[in-house]
């Protein structure tokens, strides 16, 4: 089975200041990794995802995360935080069994 | 546009009915799935169908029920026997291969029981 551990639930970040999302994941086998945000009272949107190519992972709206197989995270960054981007986030991981296991989310919070 | 509907967006029952929560998609997709979502919870699995007329139980069924006759449609009943189905529930489906075809998502309906 697969679980992820997303830790802090709600995250504030200052206008323009890097954003940093922590993932951290456990599979038995090699692991598909994904992103999604959420804006309120709406379904998930994709932000990027990881399936065995580039380590360096880049996905919309500046967003990029970065898959480390000896620490068994794939975090979230992007460089300079806009208004745009207060919502919720979350990690997930699949291990091939077309089920998708979620962490718990980051609410962010972006300060003016 | 394809997409997935989700319908009603809120929903209102009184303790001890049970409730369907529609899910209709037309992006052709073979796998759909039910996920529940609570404050501080994120999501968790309830159902998921990989193909018509089969379907399996996710990591919190008990109390809910599904049936899959449509490749369109995956409804969810919230039965009476769930202990606390006040929440945010959002269907999903795929191309067979979540790595290949990631999940797409509903925006969800509110169930409320009082």
């Known amino acids: 089975a697969q679980s992820v551990t997303q830790l802090g639930s709600h995250v504030s970040v200052s206008e323009g200041a890097l954003v940093l999302l922590r993932c951290n994941y456990s599979?038995?086998?090699?692991?598909?990794l994904f992103w999604y945000v959420q804006y309120p009272n709406q379904g998930l949107q994709l932000l990027l995802k990881?399936?065995?190519?580039?380590?360096l992972v880049k996905g919309i709206n500046g967003f990029e995360a970065e898959f480390k197989k000896s620490e068994t995270s794939f975090h979230l960054t992007k460089p300079s935080a806009h208004m745009s981007d207060a919502a919720e986030y979350f990690c997930?991981?699949?291990?091939?069994?077309?089920?998708?296991?979620f962490g718990k989310g980051n609410q962010v919070v972006v300060i003016p | 546009d394809g997409g997935i509907t989700q319908s009603p967006k809120y929903l209102f029952r009184k303790e001890g009915q049970n409730v369907t929560l529609s899910c209709e998609q037309n992006?052709?997709?073979?796998?759909m799935y039910w996920y529940r979502q609570d404050p501080g919870q994120g999501l968790r699995l309830i159902y998921y169908s990989q193909i018509v007329n089969d379907f399996q139980k996710g990591d919190i069924a008990e109390g809910y029920s599904v049936s899959r006759e449509k490749k369109e449609s995956f409804p969810l009943t919230v039965t009476s026997a769930q202990k606390n189905p006040t929440a945010f529930y959002l269907c999903?489906?795929?191309?067979?291969?979540?790595?290949?075809?990631?999940?797409?998502f509903g925006n969800g309906t509110r169930l409320t029981v009082t």
């Open positions: 990881y399936t065995s190519a580039a380590t």
């Open positions: 992006l052709n997709h073979d796998a």
């Open positions: 599979s038995s086998v090699p692991p598909y």
């Open positions: 999903a489906s795929s191309q067979q291969g979540i790595e290949d075809s990631p999940l797409h």
């Open positions: 997930g991981v699949s291990g091939g069994n077309n089920r998708l296991a």
